[in-house]
């Protein structure tokens, strides 16, 4: 339990700060493009430390592996880079974390798992925090500092919606695959990236050689490969590893702390939480709190 929870706390701090570089990053290239861009070079950085370890997994964890990736890393990263681009990374990562009770349920019905009545309590709260914080709207642009048009927000939303409902299946189908197989929480996360890699390699071909460079010149490598670091390869690792330990609903719970962990980051990007931004972090705390001791 303990195990699990580090685990997913972990995971929640890397894709805050994966996410606050993405939304650093000046690129031309699509959401798909660049999701299609990450998992390759996820894949490169992952691949080395798994050659020489026993793989042993049958038809059925590995077909749940492949869609896992396919609707939570495919469909739902590239739906969340379209919405970090319109929302910033605090609102983006508040809408992703309403999946504990999109999780609890279909976890009930499909794996019956069932939560406690306190940490039912903590999804309650963590729910509360993230409904506080979406309500909140961002005082600039995060792109360019300027005011976001209202249609642009809205489908932010629905972007958002969608990248929570993607991922929050693909939760639920790693958590089924991991119990049934004897895989190791990074094999399954590099089954996942190449069976996501590979719905996306058609769209390789898009991908301009020598894209225009941002103005002013910046070098784009380095937040490139410390938020793919950050947030596909190490993210995705703690992820599977949450997954393996806890019920899917709680695991996501926890893993939905990340809002909190972006209010430092706010200002960053124009964006002030006040006095909601902070209620609603002490309440993610408690919700945490109970979801741990319950």
């Known amino acids: 339990m303990l195990t699990g929870a580090l685990a997913a706390l972990a995971a929640a ?14 690129t031309s290239l699509s959401a798909v493009q660049l999701n299609l861009l990450k998992n390759l070079l996820a894949l490169v950085l992952l691949a080395p430390a798994l050659a020489l370890q026993p793989w042993r997994v049958g038809w059925d964890p590995l ?7 396919v609707l939570g890393i495919a469909l739902g990263d590239s739906l969340y880079f379209a919405a970090l681009r319109r929302l910033g990374t605090r609102r983006c990562l508040t809408l992703d974390a309403g999946g504990p009770a999109v999780t609890a349920v279909a976890g009930f019905l499909w794996l019956a ?17 993230v409904l506080l914080v979406a309500r909140q709207k961002p005082e600039r642009s995060p792109a360019a500092g300027l005011a976001v048009p209202a249609a642009a927000q809205r489908l932010g939303v629905l972007l958002a919606l969608g990248a929570l409902l993607c991922g929050s299946g ?4 790693a958590r089924a695959a991991l119990r049934a197989g004897e895989l190791d929480p990074l094999q399954s996360a590099v089954l996942r990236l190449a069976a996501a890699s590979l719905v996306l390699l058609p769209l390789l071909r898009g991908v301009p050689v020598s894209p225009p460079r941002p103005r002013p010149a910046q070098r784009r490598w380095p937040l490139w490969l410390a938020a793919t670091l950050l947030g596909t390869s190490a993210g995705i690792a703690l992820q599977q590893t949450a997954l393996q330990h806890l019920p899917g609903a709680l695991a996501v719970a926890l893993m939905a702390t990340a809002p909190v962990m972006a209010l430092p980051l706010a200002p960053l ?8 931004g902070v209620l609603a972090a002490l309440l993610a705390l408690g919700g ?7």
Do not use: F, K, N
């Open 288 to 294: 945490v709190s109970c979801v741990v001791v319950g």
């Open 63 to 69: 077909l749940l592996l492949a869609a896992s990736g």
């Open 170 to 173: 693909g939760a639920l189908l």
């Open 269 to 276: 990007e124009g964006d002030r939480p006040g006095v909601v």
């Open 113 to 129: 798992e069932w939560p406690s009545p306190l940490q039912w309590l903590g999804v309650g709260l963590i729910s509360l925090a």
């Open 13 to 26: 701090l890397c894709w805050t700060l994966a996410s606050s570089l993405w939304h650093r990053l000046p």
